[in-house]
């Protein structure tokens, strides 16, 4: 029965394991490790009332060991993340803020999905994908390959001063504290929270310099502050919770510990922790434990019964605590990040949180052994109240110092629209990066190589570069996406009428219908194709040259759908085309390098009533003279032919009426080797009979001169 009950609870059938672990308890008698597979199945299938009532038997006929708690943890990190959707939505709009460590970034950043991280962040964190937007990482990181945002570090620096300084000291005493002079530590943590007052970081780590030194109530002290600095952080919670854990406030850790794991359910030391801790309230303590009777005072039978039977009541769960205040452990994680989202008030963010401000008084009688202990207990309540005051994200911003000219582009000039950052740590504006490339595959500044990067086709705007031009100039920037809009329209209304140009590729005859892959390597062409994909046209002509100059091109020409495109790791491409419209060339331009044209759309004449029967007499005929020449190719003849135009057309029910003719007579021209000129004749032409004799007179030819 027993392994019966364990492959159920290995298949996730939690209902079905328990339902067998209770009928072999009843069967067979209790022992622990009845009572506990009988436990996990109940924390798993999330019935915790359950869950710890049976817990508690299994302690009662057992040694157990905080490890064995994995399932009920699991259970419990289940049950809080799934109700706490708001992390979906964390800091999306934070501009200057580090999505790992929720500071001012440190020497930013920017990774392939456009976000941006401390360096030293993204390089201990072990998550495979972006914190904010779930996009894979290419883990291990090498330092080297990192190079700071040249643009946001020049700001940062310049806007946040103090803060910036702040950062230099902070990193000097994580240094100190890992040689273990903590006191020495807990002085530059001090010098730096004058300068940096708001900054979470700081009071995390002297938080965590107390705590090496036993000051636990300090720790716990700290630990608040930066959980109503920061709600949305997971380390906040994790800090608080070890802080309470040493000062023997179980019930209140194990809601911190839940707190971080909610926000971040890879924290491991988290989960340790949670484990110890739930360990220590289902435990019975000796008798000889000071904390004994304190203990047993919380966790008396009618009371423990009444906690799991009430499957965690917050008011049962944790009776130090205000009923308002508790009752945020599965929602408190939702309701501060919106408060969070609130923080962003670019520039103007001025206000302090009060630290002291009492905002869930409890009215529960508290135990504790002296009046200090009190106190202390009475402050550690105080989860801050969501809403209860106006907490701004980013530090104060001097005017003086903001200015466009910072976040020019230094290939156009203007202000940076859609910024990407290189690897090399540079910021352009994305058009004018690829147009630079098209040319050269190094950084226009630093000459470093971006062959990697041109390989990855990588155009995901900088996040935070973007962020700040939304919101220190929203007017600059406003017109600027005008500006590069209005140029999207105007290459979008190329061939609309014979007043927009169109663009023209100078290199071989193309035919309606018939595939026309192109090995698109020059810079003016890498731009052509690149317009006509972002404008959405997915089109331009194509002509032949017919005299020495580049501008001398055909007076006739063929329109090109691309069908796809695939790009070389050099910024090479390989471009699908499949014919479209016959043009008629109206007047010649330039744009970008490239030729355009006005021109006007072709369609050939209709057939008159009193020569259908004749045409279509003249399609059979041309059309059995075509199949007959295919025929009578070799088979590698024919399968060159194959791989480059496809298989050889079918007949159509419209032949007479289409506005091109049939398919099939534009393969065979395209086909047959003929001259440039003579197939140039044949598509500039708008009578179907015309091309139809032409084709039985070449056709005729080359059968004489194979026989």
Same mark, same amino acid.
């Given at each position: 029965m027993v392994d019966l009950a364990r492959q159920a609870f290995e298949t996730n059938n939690f209902d079905l394991a328990a339902e067998i672990y209770d009928r072999t308890i009843r069967e067979h008698g209790p022992s622990a490790e009845l009572y506990f597979g009988l436990a996990d199945s109940y924390a798993r299938a999330g019935n915790f009332r359950r869950a710890f009532d049976t817990y508690s038997k299994a302690f009662r006929y057992g040694k157990i060991v905080p490890d064995q708690l994995e399932h009920l943890v699991t259970a419990l990190i289940k049950t809080v993340a799934m109700e706490s959707p708001a992390k979906l939505t964390l800091n999306k709009n934070v501009i200057f803020t580090c999505l790992i460590c929720r500071n001012l970034l440190r020497e930013p950043v920017t990774i392939r999905c456009g976000h941006s991280f401390c360096r030293n962040c993204i390089l201990r964190d072990q998550k495979e994908t972006c914190r904010n937007c779930e996009t894979l990482i290419d883990r291990p990181l090498r330092a080297s390959q990192l190079k700071c945002n040249v643009l946001l570090a020049t700001v940062i620096d310049k806007w946040f001063p103090s803060e910036y300084r702040a950062a230099r000291l902070k990193t000097e005493a994580n240094a100190i504290f890992e040689k273990e002079k903590f006191d020495t530590a807990i002085e530059l943590y001090n010098e730096a929270i004058k300068l940096a007052p708001r900054d979470h970081i700081l009071l995390s780590n002297r938080s965590r310099a107390y705590?090496?030194?036993? !000051?636990?109530?300090?720790?716990?002290?700290?630990?608040?502050?930066?959980?109503? &600095?920061? $709600? +949305?952080? *997971? /380390?906040?919670?994790?800090?608080?919770?070890?802080?309470?854990?040493?000062?023997?406030?179980?019930?209140?850790?194990?809601?911190?510990?839940?707190?971080?794991?909610?926000?971040?359910?890879?924290?491991?030391?988290? !989960?340790?922790?949670?484990?110890?801790?739930?360990?220590?309230?289902?435990?019975? &303590?000796? $008798? +000889?434990? *000071? /904390?004994?009777?304190?203990?047993?005072?919380?966790?008396?039978?009618?009371?423990?019964d009444r906690l799991i039977q009430s499957n965690f009541n917050p008011g049962l769960l944790l009776p130090h605590i205000s009923t308002a205040t508790v009752d945020q452990l599965k929602q408190i994680i939702g309701d501060t990040v919106s408060t969070a989202a609130n923080f962003i008030d670019g520039p103007n963010a001025d206000s302090r949180p009060d630290f002291q401000q009492k905002t869930n008084d409890s009215t529960e009688e508290q135990a504790s052994t002296s009046q200090e202990n009190h106190e202390l207990h009475r402050k550690s309540e105080k989860?801050?109240?969501?809403?209860?005051?106006?907490?701004?994200?980013?530090?104060?911003?001097?005017?003086?110092?903001?200015?466009?000219?910072?976040?020019?582009?230094?290939?156009?000039?203007?202000?940076?629209?859609?910024?990407?950052?290189?690897?090399?740590?540079?910021?352009?504006?994305?058009?004018?990066?690829?147009?630079?490339?098209?040319?050269?595959?190094?950084?226009?500044?630093?000459?470093?190589?971006?062959?990697?990067?041109?390989?990855?086709?990588?155009?995901?705007?900088?996040?935070?570069?973007?962020?700040?031009?939304?919101?220190?100039?929203?007017?600059?920037?406003?017109?600027?996406?005008?500006?590069?809009?209005?140029?999207?329209?105007?290459?979008?209304?190329?061939g609309v009428d014979k007043q927009h140009d169109i663009p023209i590729f100078v290199c071989t005859l193309a035919f309606p219908k018939v595939p026309c892959p192109l090995h698109i390597f020059e810079p003016r062409y890498r731009l052509m194709v690149r317009q006509c994909?972002?404008?959405?046209?997915?089109?331009?002509?194509?002509?032949?040259?017919?005299?020495?100059?580049?501008?001398?091109?055909?007076?006739?020409?063929?329109?090109?759908?691309?069908?796809?495109?695939?790009?070389?790791?050099?910024?090479?491409?390989?471009?699908?085309c499949i014919g479209g419209k016959r043009f008629r060339v109206l007047s010649k331009g330039k744009r970008d390098g490239y030729n355009t044209a006005k021109v006007e759309y072709m369609m050939d004449n209709p057939v008159k009533e009193n020569e259908i029967q004749e045409m279509t007499s003249l399609l059979n005929k041309v059309y059995d003279m075509c199949k007959n020449w295919i025929d009578s190719l070799s088979s590698s003849q024919k399968q060159q032919i194959l791989n480059h135009f496809g298989e050889y057309p079918g007949r159509e029910p419209d032949e007479l009426t289409a506005a091109n003719g049939p398919m099939w007579q534009w393969w065979m021209i395209a086909v047959l080797p003929l001259q440039p000129s003579i197939q140039l004749t044949l598509l500039s032409t708008s009578r179907l009979k015309k091309r139809l004799l032409g084709l039985r007179q070449i056709l005729g030819f080359l059968n004489s001169k194979n026989n």
């Open positions: 705590a090496a030194l036993n !000051k636990f109530k300090k720790a716990l002290e700290d630990a608040e502050k930066v959980v109503m &600095l920061r $709600p +949305d952080w *997971p /380390k906040g919670y994790f800090r608080k919770g070890s802080a309470l854990y040493e000062l023997g406030h179980y019930e209140e850790a194990v809601v911190a510990m839940l707190q971080c794991l909610s926000l971040d359910t890879s924290v491991s030391t988290a !989960k340790v922790l949670l484990s110890k801790t739930l360990h220590k309230i289902l435990s019975l &303590l000796p $008798p +000889d434990d *000071p /904390k004994s009777v304190d203990l047993q005072k919380h966790l008396n039978p009618s009371l423990f989860i801050p109240c969501v809403g209860s005051s106006q907490i701004k994200e980013s530090p104060n911003v001097d005017s003086s110092l903001v200015s466009k000219e910072d976040f020019e582009c230094s290939l156009c000039y203007r202000l940076l629209y859609q910024p990407v950052t290189t690897p090399c740590g540079h910021t352009f504006c994305c058009q004018c990066l690829y147009r630079c490339l098209d040319h050269c595959a190094d950084c226009p500044l630093c000459k470093s190589s971006l062959v990697q990067y041109l390989a990855e086709r990588r155009q995901t705007v900088t996040q935070s570069v973007e962020g700040i031009l939304e919101n220190y100039f929203p007017e600059a920037y406003s017109e600027r996406r005008k500006n590069h809009e209005d140029e999207m329209v105007e290459l979008a209304s190329m994909m972002e404008s959405g046209t997915r089109q331009f002509g194509m002509c032949i040259c017919v005299g020495e100059a580049e501008e001398d091109f055909s007076d006739y020409g063929c329109m090109l759908e691309i069908r796809d495109v695939r790009y070389f790791p050099d910024g090479r491409s390989l471009v699908d």
